[in-house]
């Protein structure tokens, strides 16, 4: 058995010039001319050339470059050497044996003119094509360990919360339903209530990274039935504020993280540069938003009483214009536009303690201080016409001293798409889900 | 507002002798008596005791102590006073301000001899009255971050697979079916054939920690139906053994972490000790391990072809006496014992590439080679009775240059259950599900 150890990623072979070594990938292309044969294998690492001088009958090397196929997956060991013409790097491998490892059928089913639905059917095949798909799930493992590297500092603890719910959390509408030994069960849209239950079981801080869901028909850009989110909670908060404050510092860590291990490669294939963004965000009220907005012909009917994407375009260009800054958080949403658990100011039940965040332009972020007192919770449960009945495990976690908490909840995907000046959430997601789409 | 800034942990406070602080918390308990009031404050950190002379009729401060109410979230702003007669470290805080931020109701649903269900039905309460239950998280926490710390190291890449499939993976039993907007989906059982088709798509290591949901109806101490999967899947592997090495690598690397953050704690909560297992660990094949087992008289009739929690108990008893190790892989399973994807050793159609990871006889880990092959992979899959329509999407990854890989996939929630010297995976998981329950 070959083991790992004795693999070189392409990307090391110029420590190992004159050495013999075994290189693991793919066929990327073939050039079999009359005298020589070229193969480009690209492993996860990069792209080497393989250069054999053909020997005529009887030279196995020779066939078995011959009967290669394009990202056939392949072992081969041979000696590592420079050549100042060859284009990657200068350097060529040599082959002494080839071994094929999984052969692939030929043609494949995509290729560079093929359109992104039947791309997203042929995912494996479209992401390893890509050396930039791949990329991103880097940039997200840095981006989630920066974050988490900030929140464990700052007291977090990481939970698991169930995603089966037995009763339908919020509105019931835009919630998956399943057969659960004969009875209902409910795909958590978000883990909030179970985070803060652990805010009132005593754990301080909450941190959890996990899938969400919403059954919403949605077609845009920016929506899945299911995506990662990133979720914190903040036990014994004097505000919302706090709330704000921890994930402007969370995200420049994480963000830190990124442009030190990534700022050159994401320079390289998306052409984006990684910025560092300074804290405090800027932020703005939604009263004073609307007004910003409304000076700029948004809204003439002034009907609207949250942003439409249209707004959140608009403020965040009035923000980058005032102040050079691509976040801006948007806070104090209006009471008629969020849910019943939403801590609204003193003298203020027009308002919420609330936030969204944005980052050029689009959202990623809603926040918000929830309401911890039983008997507001209650009244503003049916305030919204809620039934208390579905509600009862949730409403319960107040009556036994609950304290003032908040939190906020992050769509990963997004953060990585504005990250990766990407235009759709699809290209973020290894495997998309959405209305019509469950598979592969 | 009081910004957490101003807040001293309890396990903070002999850092401010003399000083005037705030700290947040519950009222474990009150003692009011004739001339003093005491209460026990009880954060995420430790307990402390308030005391307070009465001041007789206008005490602002006897009247709040007067009405706490245990379990109540309070703010108390004191000074932190040294007294060698007081239990709790010689320490008290001499209350200037009490500030009642949820109020308690009485009597308290749960108390010491409530049974397991109900505390259950109350789990917010039962891990904040219990610092071990608590302490499980934090175990939990540094575990994960241990793993992935080493993962990560080791090449992986985090992704985040979809729950939601569209077709029922294995056999379709203990699936769970959910509407999908007319139509049906499945939640996944696994996140395997997804890290596979990342290994496809050129992502060289996958790592993953998710939810993951069985549709068993079992009620064991160590079955969920839904519960966290850690699972790792390794590209062009040379066998078997090298997965085996990685996991018993990570998880000796976690377990030194938990050690250093948390072997005082553990000791003192639990009464176990954290031991740092040695590697390699102990590997014993199935057909030895069944010849041992028989030699002990389990299984007189020869008749079974995978180990029971009996035979896996006595399995580890064996290798304990023998080695002195708590962990064993037990490998070679049956061909007919395990799914078609596993791989089959050259010339033994009859075993697999595949192993269980037992820890102190209980099964944490599945793990094995996949096979690549598509024409080895179609037949097994007929030998096993499956049909491949439903498998297409699986069984597509394999037709283009697939490359040898294998994978595991541990129970979070049973390391935790061991590690802990915990009865019943309920204990650590923060809102257990079972056929029976769904809720809070």
Redo the contacts between chains.
Sequence with gaps: ????TN?VPVSGLRGHLGRTVTI?G??RTLRLQGRMQFAVI???TGMVQVTHRRGGPGDALEAALESL?A???V?ITGTVTANPIVKLGGLEVVPESIEV?????TP??IDERTGPEQRLD???????LRPE??LA??V??TL??GM?EYA?AAG????????????ASESGAEV??????G?S?Y?AQSPQF?KQ??V?????RVFE???V?R?E?SFTSRHA??F?GVDVELG????V??VMAFEEDMLAHALARVADAHADAIGEHFGVEVTVPKTPFPRVTMAEAREILRRGGWDPAGAKADLDPAGERGIAAHVRAETGHDFVFVTDYPASVRPFYHMRPAGRPDLTCSFDLLWKGLEITTGAQRE??YDVLLRQAAEKGMGTGPLR??L?????????HGGLGMG?GRVLMVLLGLDSIREVT??F?G??R???
Tied chains: 1, 2.
């Excluded at 319960?396 to 003032?404: K, T």
């Design positions: 058995m070959i083991r790992p693999r693991c793919w066929v690209r492993d996860h196929t990202e056939s997956a072992r490892l999984g052969r692939a059928e494949l089913p042929w995912r494996f095949l479209d992401v390893r798909a791949r799930y880097a997200q493992t989630e360990q988490r464990y977090c603890v990481e939970m698991h919360t169930p995603k089966l719910m037995g009763t998956f339903r399943l057969d659960y030994f009875r069960a795909l179970y239950m652990a009132a079981a005593g754990i301080d990274i996990g899938p869901f059954a028909p039935t299911e990662t014994w908060i004097g505000g504020s706090e911890h007192r495990d949730y319960d976690c107040f009556r036994y001293g609950c304290p003032p990963l290894f495997l889900r209305p019509n469950l598979s592969p």
